[in-house]
């Protein structure tokens, strides 16, 4: 019983992210930036779906984030995070992004990274 409720919680999850990414595509010009939460870290990766390149990536786990934010899991560290990725991708002259939550609401962490990245200087 407990094995069936672990298969169609992924089966929705799956659906969702199915869902999502059929309305969304990155190009060279305008990445597709996904967002992913775990329980402790955060990770965002900015992707060109035609070449299948990850252009710039960034996670909570990296030594000089650490150093700074000691916990990841809140807010103002998850809105750090947003603009240390729109300062990556501007230092790659790109400044339009697509922005693929995953299966994960738009609020909390999800919307500080968001509100990072924008703060940072990148439209979307």
């Given at each position: 019983?407990?094995?069936e409720?672990?298969?169609?919680?992924?089966?929705?999850?799956?659906?969702?992210?199915?869902?999502?990414?059929?309305?969304?595509?990155?190009?060279?010009?305008?990445?597709?930036?996904?967002?992913?939460?775990?329980?402790?870290?955060?990770?965002?990766?900015?992707?060109?779906?035609?070449?299948?390149?990850?252009?710039a990536?960034?996670?909570?786990?990296?030594?000089?984030?650490?150093?700074?934010?000691?916990?990841?899991?809140?807010?103002?560290?998850?809105q750090a995070?947003?603009e240390?990725?729109a300062?990556?991708?501007?230092?790659?002259?790109?400044?339009?992004i697509?922005?693929d939550?995953?299966?994960?609401?738009?609020?909390?962490?999800?919307k500080?990274?968001?509100?990072g990245?924008?703060?940072?200087?990148?439209v979307?």
């Amino acid at each position: 019983m407990l094995k069936e409720k672990v298969f169609l919680k992924k089966v929705s999850k799956d659906r969702i992210r199915k869902r999502i990414r059929k309305k969304i595509n990155g190009t060279p010009e305008r990445p597709r930036v996904f967002v992913h939460k775990s329980n402790r870290y955060l990770y965002m990766q900015a992707v060109d779906d035609l070449s299948g390149h990850i252009i710039a990536s960034t996670t909570s786990r990296d030594k000089d984030f650490l150093a700074k934010h000691k916990n990841s899991k809140n807010i103002e560290s998850s809105q750090a995070l947003g603009e240390v990725m729109a300062k990556k991708l501007i230092d790659k002259k790109v400044t339009k992004i697509v922005f693929d939550r995953g299966l994960f609401p738009y609020h909390g962490r999800v919307k500080a990274m968001a509100e990072g990245m924008r703060k940072g200087g990148l439209v979307f």
